[in-house]
């Protein structure tokens, strides 16, 4: 053995080694919740973003800017945070990450200049990230045979919280004005780091001699010897364009005549995605039964054809509904086999393998929240819906020219 791979390995997980092992049911619902709840800060901004562009002054095509620095301070944080939960007490690592992130959402509460706002919101993506060193230990827990359904059950409470994100910010927006929602957020983080830190289990793989930048050096390093990790970081990073690319831009056309929605209006569209949130956990019970790859492709057929109703936006209501349901769905049901083919390739390095994937996510969302904003300043809603078929279009090519790895 080399020394690069005693460097970058750690002992398995003696609870994922337990085999009829799982979680008991009411941590599962708890790290469900505290996900969803932590997720969420993520995409608040998405139905505030013409009342944001107003107050600081950003342009049309800057708005896009309001997203893309929260999903890239969400990248970062995967990159460096996340991994530790393969070093470090978990408990700690989750409960001290939300203490921060309610200080970082109470700056943008109180944010009294755009470059404060920009500043406190990627400190928000950067501490959000908490949300994937939750998922990670509830992988770990579990028995490889029960994973699936465990990571489904997880990210079925992130779905959620994706979806409630825009609908509770419209509505405490219209009724309080937007800095309510930060600091209505601010004060829910502190409330759920408390639980947690009175509830969750301490834990954490531990090896002597392992230092934080040898860690981040195992990260690239587990990515670079397992092609099936490039191909899942590849699909998670076009997908989540494609889905950012319609609930970053989808707001400007829907605040314009015909429609001049209210911020509840707008945001009550993210819960014609709840869908989403049934295929999170049925796609994890499909991946269980060995049915991942079939999974993926046919949720990146739907992925592809969602585009076709969400082009009407401008003409129907109803076809955004049809669509932005499709499109939620088919997300979903990848971002979860994804995160069950992923994490069974290196159980010993599951925060490091799900931080990883996770920054292709970011990357994504970030790429499709400033290319919405572009395309619809150049063309409007046709050229954001070309955009977010181009980004599925691709994803499903990437599939069928490397599903055998995958």
């Given at each position: ?5 005693r ?38 901004a ?18 896009g ?10 990248g ?23 203490a921060?992130l ?31 060193t ?9 028995a ?18 994706i979806?409630?994100?825009?609908a509770?910010?419209?509505l405490?927006?219209d ?35 392992m ?12 990515f ?26 989808v707001?400007?056309?829907?605040s ?27 796609a ?7 049915l ?19 082009a ?34 290196r ?10 994937y ?6 994504g969302?970030?790429?499709?929240a ?31 020219a ?5």
């Amino acid at each position: 053995m080399s020394r690069d791979r005693r460097a970058t390995t750690l002992p398995a997980e003696p609870t994922a080694a337990a085999g009829t092992a799982a979680p008991p049911r009411g941590l599962v619902v708890l790290f469900a919740v505290a996900c969803g709840s932590a997720v969420a800060n993520v995409y608040f901004a998405q139905p505030l973003l013409v009342t944001l562009g107003q107050e600081f002054s950003l342009t049309p095509g800057l708005l896009g800017a309001v997203v893309m620095v929260t999903q890239l301070g969400y990248g970062l944080g995967l990159f460096l945070l996340v991994p530790l939960g393969d070093l470090v007490d978990r408990r700690r690592l989750i409960t001290v990450q939300l203490a921060l992130l309610a200080a970082a959402l109470l700056t943008v509460a109180l944010a009294p200049a755009a470059a404060v706002l920009l500043a406190g919101l990627g400190a928000v993506g950067l501490l959000a990230v908490v949300t994937q060193t939750m998922v990670a230990a509830a992988a770990a827990l579990a028995a490889p045979d029960r994973r699936g359904r465990v990571v489904g059950a997880v990210t079925s409470g992130v779905v959620i919280g994706i979806l409630l994100a825009r609908a509770v910010a419209g509505l405490l927006a219209d009724l309080a004005g937007w800095r309510s929602v930060y600091l209505f957020s601010a004060l829910l983080t502190a409330a759920v780091a408390c639980v947690l830190h009175r509830t969750l289990p301490g834990g954490g793989a531990r090896v002597p001699g392992m230092t934080y930048g040898g860690l981040l050096r195992s990260t690239v390093a587990v990515f670079a010897r397992h092609p099936v990790l490039r191909v899942r970081a590849g699909l998670a990073l076009l997908t989540f364009a494609a889905f950012s690319t319609l609930w970053s831009g989808v707001v400007q056309p829907l605040s314009s005549p015909p429609w001049s929605l209210s911020h509840t209006a707008i945001g009550a569209f993210g819960l014609v995605g709840a869908a989403g949130a049934v295929a999170a956990a049925a796609a994890g019970r499909w991946s269980d039964r060995g049915l991942a790859r079939r999974t993926t492709g046919a949720a990146l057929v739907l992925l592809a054809l969602s585009w076709v109703p969400l082009a009407l936006t401008g003409r129907s209501l109803y076809a955004l509904g049809l669509g932005a349901l499709a499109l939620d769905f088919a997300v979903q049901a990848v971002h979860v086999t994804n995160q069950t083919v992923v994490h069974a390739v290196r159980p010993d390095a599951g925060s490091r393998i799900i931080g990883g994937y996770m920054v292709f996510y970011s990357a994504g969302s970030a790429l499709g929240a400033i290319g919405s904003s572009t395309a619809y300043a150049a063309a409007g809603w046709t050229g954001v819906s070309a955009l977010g078929a181009a980004f599925s279009g691709a994803a499903l090519l990437l599939w069928a020219a490397a599903r055998h790895r995958s």
